[in-house]
Structure formats: structure tokens, C-alpha cells
């Protein structure tokens, strides 16, 4: 059984910091991937950015330059610091790992439950 689980999200004003956690933990061969997406009302989820095993990492435009993903491959854990927070960036905020897992043979997608992280203007 594979578990992945977010913390850190809340209500901070506009260009307030935030800091999200996401842990993977459970039976498997090895994480590659892992990143965190978000979904705004009415909106569809959408890539915030991602980092692979060896940590080359892939923003969404809306997001460079204000959010730094980091990792700790012995944690199992990934980090994502968001800065200058707008109210735009009002979201649930999901960790995505991509786990390859015993009795496969490519890596599959588990996911958090999400996190909610509101703006106030």
C-alpha cells in the first residue's frame, strides 16, 4: 500500500509565503517523478511544477521565479516553497509521485488528497 500525504496549506494574504510537504510512504521499488499540481474552482488541474529523481525540475509559467520545488530522496518527501503568493494562486494543491511499484513494470501515479491554499487580496 502506497500513501501519499500533503501538509502545509492555509490562508495567507497576498505576497505572504507558504510552504507545502508531500511524503510518500508504503511498499515500492523506487519514486521517480514527483510534483505538485493544483486545481482552482471551476477549473481543471493543472501542472504547478515537478522534479525527477535527479532533480531537474519543470515550472509552469505562472510560477517561475515565486515557487522553488526541492527534495529529499531519503525522505521520500518533496517541498514546495511559493512566494509572493497572489490571490490567483487560490487553489487545492495535489502532490503527484510516480512510483514504480513490485509486480510492475512502469511507474504509476498516486496521488494526496490535496491541500487548500487561499489568497485574500
Known amino acids: 500500500q502506497v500513501q501519499v500525504v500533503e501538509s502545509g496549506g492555509g490562508l495567507v494574504q497576498a505576497g505572504g509565503s507558504l510552504r507545502l510537504s508531500c511524503a510518500a510512504s508504503g511498499r515500492f521499488l523506487s519514486i521517480n517523478a514527483m510534483g505538485w499540481f493544483r486545481q482552482a474552482p471551476g477549473k481543471q488541474r493543472g501542472l504547478v511544477v515537478d522534479?525527477?529523481?535527479?532533480?531537474?525540475?519543470h515550472y509552469g509559467d505562472s510560477v517561475k521565479d515565486r515557487f522553488t520545488i526541492s527534495r529529499d530522496n531519503a525522505k521520500n518527501t518533496v517541498y514546495l516553497q511559493m512566494n509572493s503568493l497572489k490571490p490567483e494562486d487560490t487553489a487545492v494543491y495535489y502532490c503527484n509521485a510516480k512510483i514504480l511499484t513490485s509486480g510492475h513494470y512502469y511507474d504509476m501515479d498516486y496521488w494526496g488528497n490535496g491541500t487548500l491554499v487561499t489568497v485574500s487580496s
Open positions: 522534479i525527477t529523481r535527479g532533480g531537474i525540475t
